[in-house]
Nanobody, 121 residues
């Protein structure tokens, strides 16, 4: 089992920045590839960014490429999502997930409870 707890969400004006954090506990964090997903009201959960177990590889959804950066600190059992140049369409609940190196929702076994990000225009 891996327990994941997200933090750092909030209300931000368009153009601003937020940094999300995900704290992991349980099984060895460094064994898992990690990702951030998001879900807006009335929409399906979508992939945002992923990072390999070592942190050596990352990949992003086209909608956030160049604005968001995923990183991890295996010594602290944390994964981060730095979000810059926020847009109203980034408004969603953001979820941290642990599993395979994939953009597929079904490839992630462990999920956090989510943190709300709201971007006003």
């Amino acid at each position: 089992q891996v327990q994941l707890v997200e933090s750092g969400g909030g209300l931000m004006q368009a153009g601003g920045s937020l940094r999300l954090s995900c704290a992991a506990s349980g099984r060895t964090f460094s064994n898992y590839n990690m990702a951030w997903f998001r879900q807006a009201p009335g929409k399906e959960r979508e992939f945002v960014a992923g990072i390999s177990w070592s942190g050596g590889s990352t990949f992003y959804a086209d909608s956030v490429k160049g604005r968001f950066t995923i990183s991890r600190d295996n010594a602290k059992n944390r994964v981060y999502l730095q979000m810059n140049s926020l847009k109203p369409e980034d408004t969603a609940v953001y979820y941290c997930a642990a599993g395979s190196y994939s953009s597929n929702y079904g490839d992630y076994r462990y999920w956090g409870q989510g943190t709300q990000v709201t971007v006003s225009s």
